[in-house]
Every structure is written in structure tokens, then in C-alpha cells.
């Protein structure tokens, strides 16, 4: 079996890291490694001078305030394609929060109506508050429940896309549809900080998996790890929050 290595491609760290999104980071490399697979992460930052797909298994956009959100927007702009066309290939993208409204066509800075890359054909109408919470998902994708942080006002629209899960607990995606967050192919965006992988390892290593998988197509399964104190803080927000336990 060939030595396996997973490249992670961290855009912009130094605008983009509200409410623990490095520990979003820090889960998926921890979960390689723990299982003998290498991790590795270049960051692009305000700095930086170009943005490179190559050899790319994992793209991380994190989240952040409007005026750093914008910022983003627009340095990402000339890639927009290369970044569709990643996407449409079956690379692994993850966009929380204002990653995630990145992804759409336009969400809103205030009162400023705002382009978004348009990867994902959805869009983050503007609220008049702020959703502001904890949040807990039933989801297809994971046995335990998915936990995580909600702060936003974005009112998110994803259309017939599926979502990353069923509100049991807080607002979601609008506050309407008791849907969160969004997939398509290979993308996972989500409203949720909190981090959110650390207390859902199971959502993490489906994560993995599909980046393992589409660069080794013999890639059987992940190895299990012990997961006893991420599952327990897993627990605690559900039963303190939604008042279930599955």
C-alpha cells in the first residue's frame, strides 16, 4: 500500500477564523495522522501572491467578519473558475459560514448586496436578526447527531440542493425551512462554527474519506479510533440543547 498524504489548501487564515474554525483544521490533520496518515497545509493569505489547485485534496474556507468576508471575495474572484471547475471534478471544498456564503451567487454586508463566487447556485438573502446559538442536526450522513455554533444574519436559500441536515435545535440555514448547511458532489458548507469537527468525528472522517477515496481508488476505510471524549461532548450539547439523545 502506497504511503498515503492528504494536502489540505487553507485560504486566507489571517481574515477568515471566527468562533474556533482553526480547530475545523486541526480535527481533520489530528484524524489523519492518528491513523498514520500524513496531513499536509499551505495557506494562502493576504500576502500571498497566487493561489495554486495542484495537488490539492482538501480546500478550507473559514469564516468571517463582512469587511474581511468581502476582502476574500474579492481576491478569490480570478480563481472562481478554477475553484467550479475543482468542485465539478470531485475535489473536497468546506466552506463554514462566511465560506459558505461564499459559495453562492451573493449574500449581503450590511446593506451592501454582495457577489459571491457563484460555485454553488444558492444565495444568502439578508435578515433582520441575527441567528445566534447552538444548533442540532439529524442528518443521513452521521448516526449521532451533528452539534455546532450558529452566528449569522444571512438568511441562506439552497434551493433543491441537499442539505447537511434537519434542524432539531436553533435556526439553521434561514429559520424557515428547518434545514442547515448544504452538499453538492464533494462540498460540505455549513452555517456551524463551535469548531464544528471536533464534536462530530463521525462527519469528520466522511469528510476524509471522500478525499482518501478520490485520490486513492483503492482506499478501503478509514481505521476507528476512540472517540469516547468527542462523542461525550457530542452528547452533552444534544441533551442540553435539543433535550434528545440518539
Not at 461532548?233 to 440518539?246: L, T
Amino acid at each position: 500500500m502506497p504511503e498515503q498524504t492528504i494536502h489540505i489548501l487553507h485560504l486566507f487564515p489571517d481574515l477568515l477564523n471566527l468562533y474556533g474554525d482553526k480547530g475545523n483544521l486541526a480535527a481533520l490533520c489530528k484524524r489523519l495522522t492518528w491513523r498514520g496518515i500524513e496531513a499536509t497545509v499551505t495557506t494562502v493569505t493576504q500576502d500571498s501572491k497566487e493561489l495554486s489547485l495542484d495537488d490539492v485534496d482538501i480546500v478550507f474556507l473559514g469564516g468571517g467578519s463582512d469587511r474581511e468576508q468581502m476582502t476574500v471575495a474579492e481576491r478569490l474572484m480570478p480563481y472562481k473558475q478554477a475553484l467550479k471547475d475543482y468542485v465539478e471534478q470531485g475535489g473536497v471544498l468546506l466552506g463554514f459560514c462566511g465560506g459558505f456564503e461564499l459559495l453562492g451567487t451573493s449574500w449581503w454586508a450590511g446593506d451592501i448586496q454582495t457577489d459571491g463566487l457563484g460555485i454553488l447556485d444558492i444565495h444568502a438573502e439578508r435578515g433582520e436578526q441575527r441567528f445566534i446559538g447552538d444548533v442540532v442536526l439529524s442528518s443521513d450522513w452521521t448516526e449521532q447527531p451533528i452539534c455546532g455554533f450558529e452566528n449569522h444574519p444571512g438568511r441562506m436559500q439552497i434551493g433543491d440542493y441537499q442539505p447537511l441536515g434537519k434542524v432539531i435545535a436553533g435556526h439553521g440555514n434561514d429559520g424557515v425551512s428547518a434545514l442547515e448547511g448544504v452538499l453538492y458532489k464533494n462540498v460540505f458548507a455549513t452555517y456551524l462554527h463551535g469548531p464544528l469537527l471536533p464534536k462530530n468525528p463521525e462527519l469528520c472522517d466522511s469528510i476524509l474519506t471522500r478525499a482518501l477515496t478520490k485520490k486513492y481508488p483503492d482506499f478501503a476505510e478509514l481505521s476507528p479510533l476512540d472517540d469516547t471524549l468527542e462523542l461525550a461532548a457530542n452528547r452533552f450539547i444534544v441533551q442540553n440543547f435539543s433535550g434528545n439523545e440518539k
